[in-house]
C-alpha cells in the first residue's frame, strides 16, 4: 500500500481556523465544551467528536471543530478511528461466546487456532501454556518492548515467509509461531496487539463467522448500533461519514494494515455508537448482550496480581479495560486508543457517568484529556434528565459499506 501525503479535508489549517460545535447545546453541561475548546485550541486538533452518558442516557453529543471554514464540519454521528478501544469491543465479543458455550477462558490457543512454526523455525516450549485468558489480559508472554509489535512489520513478514503484500494475519500467526515468548505466560502483563489479533481468529474459528459479522450481530445489533464498522487502510476506502486523519509527519492511509487490525485496534464508530456501548455494562442485571457474572469476570483481577496485596483504587488490566476498584462495587473502567492520525479515550466513571472522546490527530499531552474531561464532570451541577440515544442512534447505516469478505479480497 502506498503511503499518501497528508490531505487537508477536515484536517486542513491553510485558512484561520475557526471554532464551530455541531450537535445540540446542554447549557448545564458548558464545562465540557470548553474543556474540549481549550484542549483543540492548545492542541492544534482540528476535528473531535464527544458524548457523555448519565446512568444510561445520553446527555450530550457534539463534534467540534477547530478548522477551516470551508470545510465541512465534523458532528456528534461523525467516524473516527477508535484504535485501541476495539479491544474493549473484542473483549465483550469473547466473554458473550463463552457466556453462549463456544468457548472457555481456560481453553488453550493451541487447541484453538494452528500456530506452527514456518519450516526450520521451533515453537517456544511455552506456546502451549497461553489461553484465551492470558490474551484477553495481555498475559500471553510477547513483550512488544523487548522484541517487536508484529502488526507493523508488514515488510519483514512477507519477506521471510516469501509472500505478497498486502500480507493478511494468517501470515502474522505463522510467523509468531516461530518466535520466542519474552515471559512465562500468565505471569507478566505486557500490552499486546497481537494477542488480540489472535481473539478475532478464536471467534471465527469457533463461530464459523467473519470477526465483523459476529460482533454486528450479538454486539451492536442487540444495542442499536448500525454504523459502526470495520475500517480501511486507504483514503478512497474511507466511509462516506468518516473524518480525515492529521499527521505531523508521514500519512494516516497507506502506511499500515488497518484491515489486519481489526479485533485489537480496526474498527471505527461514531462518539455516540461508542457511549451506548459503554452503556450497556452500568446496569449489570439489565445488559443486552452479557450476563452480571460475565461483566464481573470481564472486569475481575487477573490471575496473576494476588488478591491480598490489591489496594484499592490501584490500576490493573482486565478482560478489554483498564480498571480501578474502589470496592463494594464501584469502579472505573477505560480504555485509551492511538495511531498516526487518531487519539481515542472512552471512561465508565464509578458515579454513573461515561465519556467517550475521539480526535483526529495524536501527540504529546493528549493522555490529558482525562483528568480534563473528569474533571469536567466533577463540576456539573445538575445533570440534564433528557436522552438523545433514540434521535442519534437511528441513523441508517450506509447500505454501500463493504463486507468484511469483499474488503479482504
Known amino acids: 500500500m502506498a503511503a499518501l501525503p497528508t490531505l487537508s479535508g477536515c484536517s486542513g489549517l491553510s485558512m484561520k481556523p475557526v471554532w464551530r460545535p455541531v450537535g445540540p447545546d446542554v447549557g448545564e453541561l458548558a464545562a465540557f465544551d470548553q474543556t474540549m ?70 481453553d ?27 490474551l484477553l489480559q495481555h498475559l500471553g508472554g510477547w513483550n512488544r518492548d523487548k522484541a517487536f509489535d508484529p502488526m507493523f512489520i508488514d515488510e519483514r513478514i512477507a519477506r521471510e515467509l516469501d509472500v505478497p503484500l498486502p500480507i493478511r494475519t494468517e501470515h502474522i500467526i505463522r510467523f509468531m509461531a516461530g518466535q520466542p515468548l519474552q515471559h512465562d505466560p500468565g505471569t507478566t502483563m505486557s500490552y499486546s496487539n497481537f494477542g488480540y489479533c489472535l481473539l478475532g481468529r478464536i471467534i471465527e474459528k469457533r463461530t464459523g463467522l467473519s470477526y465483523g459479522d459476529y460482533v454486528r450481530t450479538e454486539l451492536l445489533a442487540p444495542l442499536g448500533i448500525t454504523r459502526t464498522r470495520l475500517g480501511r487502510s486507504n483514503f478512497e476506502d474511507r466511509a462516506a461519514d468518516e473524518v480525515e486523519y492529521q499527521t505531523d509527519s508521514g500519512s494516516a492511509y497507506g502506511a499500515f494494515n488497518v484491515e489486519n487490525m481489526d479485533s485489537h485496534g480496526g474498527w471505527i464508530a461514531s462518539a455516540v455508537d461508542l457511549a451506548r456501548f459503554a452503556a450497556a455494562f452500568d446496569d449489570l442485571d439489565n445488559c443486552p448482550i452479557l450476563s452480571r457474572a460475565s461483566i464481573e469476570a470481564m472486569f475481575a483481577l487477573p490471575a496473576n496480581i494476588d488478591p491480598n496485596a490489591y489496594k484499592p483504587g490501584d490500576v490493573y488490566y482486565a478482560c478489554g479495560w483498564n480498571v480501578r476498584d474502589f470496592g463494594s462495587g464501584k469502579r472505573n473502567t477505560w480504555h485509551t486508543g492511538s495511531l498516526p492520525g487518531t487519539y481515542t479515550f472512552m471512561a465508565r466513571w464509578a458515579g454513573g457517568v461515561n465519556c467517550v472522546v475521539l480526535f483526529n490527530k495524536r501527540g504529546p499531552g493528549f493522555a490529558e484529556i482525562d483528568k480534563q474531561l473528569g474533571a469536567a464532570a466533577h463540576s456539573v451541577k445538575n445533570w440534564p434528565s433528557h436522552d438523545l440515544f433514540a434521535a442519534l442512534l437511528s441513523l441508517a447505516a450506509d447500505p454501500n459499506t463493504p463486507t468484511d469478505r469483499t474488503r479482504q479480497q
Open 37 to 106: 475548546r481549550e484542549f483543540m485550541v492548545e492542541h492544534k486538533v482540528p476535528c473531535a467528536a464527544l458524548a457523555v452518558t448519565c446512568r444510561g442516557r445520553l446527555v450530550l453529543a457534539r463534534g467540534y471543530n477547530w478548522s477551516s471554514i470551508t470545510r465541512q464540519p465534523v458532528g456528534p454521528e461523525s467516524l473516527f478511528r477508535i484504535a485501541s478501544l476495539s479491544k474493549s469491543v473484542t473483549a465483550v465479543a469473547v466473554m458473550r461466546l463463552v457466556e453462549q458455550g463456544g468457548l472457555s477462558l481456560d
Open 108 to 134: 488453550r490457543l493451541v487447541d484453538l487456532l494452528d500456530m506452527s512454526p514456518p519450516p526450520g523455525r521451533p515453537s517456544d516450549p511455552r506456546l502451549p501454556q497461553i489461553t484465551v485468558r492470558h
